[in-house]
């Protein structure tokens, strides 16, 4: 079967939002689900089909989307900061989505999802955290050498290599410094909502004890931090799917009740 063309959503800047949407049926009342990917990610990826097989199976609505400079949406990626993919996912948020909804964010769409469920609380009902990545870029600027330093201050622009995709990523200055406006740890944290961090110890992007620290800053008392022993950063190997399955389901059923 061919692949459904994307649906898209016009920015006021002349940009266009690439995203997927299906809808709930009448017998699964709650909140919808939102995908939030991760830094040169797309909605193509494993964890958002998954999702949204996921979504369909029970009956839940669901949107996943492509940030400016991602996957099918406009714009190049050297040209997105933190704060801009945060108001794409806010206007996806608040012009696609109907009623409350669980984010799922992975890796930077973990720091994007804290963003927005503190900026919307009366919209998002739960979250849950896949390796969640807020303040990343202090951590990039943390390892770059003396000379990439220099490279990144006088060129605007650094290629670094990925270990996660034959293309290299492209770290702007602007990429950095807007970071900055956008950070959360230490907390505290203004979010009230349920909170799942899913946490693989293996992770070479994103320290385990990441996890440990969303969970103290956030201000939710209903946190739980789930620490995969042997899961790496992806956690989409099938068993990991399961668990994250698992992970939502729970947290309908205590949504519901």
Not at 13 to 25: K, P, T
Not at 115 to 121: E, H, M, N, Q, T
Not at 200 to 214: E, F, N, R, S, Y
Not at 215 to 227: F, G, M, P, R
């Amino acid at each position: 079967m061919t692949a459904p063309d994307p649906q898209f959503l016009d920015r006021s800047d002349g940009h266009r939002i690439a995203y997927h949407r299906s809808s709930a049926s009448k017998e699964t009342p709650g909140p919808g689900l939102m995908f939030l990917g991760g830094f040169m990610s797309d909605m193509t990826g494993t964890k958002a089909m998954a999702l949204e097989a996921y979504a369909q199976a029970q009956g839940r609505a669901f949107v996943r989307f492509d940030y400016l400079g991602h996957g099918q949406s406009s714009g190049a990626f050297e040209d997105g900061t933190i704060g801009r993919w945060l108001d794409d996912a806010l206007v996806v948020l608040d012009q696609v989505t109907l009623g409350p909804q669980v984010l799922v964010g992975s890796s930077m769409g973990g720091w994007i999802s804290l963003l927005a469920a503190r900026a919307r609380p009366e919209r998002v009902a739960g979250l849950v955290g896949i390796a969640a990545a807020p303040d990343f870029t202090q951590s990039m600027w943390d390892g770059f050498t003396p000379a990439q330093r220099e490279a990144l201050r006088s060129a605007g622009r650094l290629e670094m290599p990925s270990e996660y995709s034959d293309e290299p990523y492209i770290i702007t200055r602007d990429l950095i410094e807007d970071g900055k406006n956008h950070f959360l740890l230490p907390g505290p944290l203004a979010i009230d909502c349920p909170v799942r961090l899913l946490q693989g110890q293996q992770d070479a992007a994103v320290p385990w004890q990441t996890a440990l620290k969303i969970s103290d800053a956030v201000t939710s008392d209903d946190v739980a931090v789930t620490l995969v022993k042997s899961g790496d950063h992806r956690l989409s190997e099938p068993h990991d799917l399961a668990r994250l399955n698992d992970t939502l389901t729970r947290l309908f059923q205590e949504l519901a009740s």
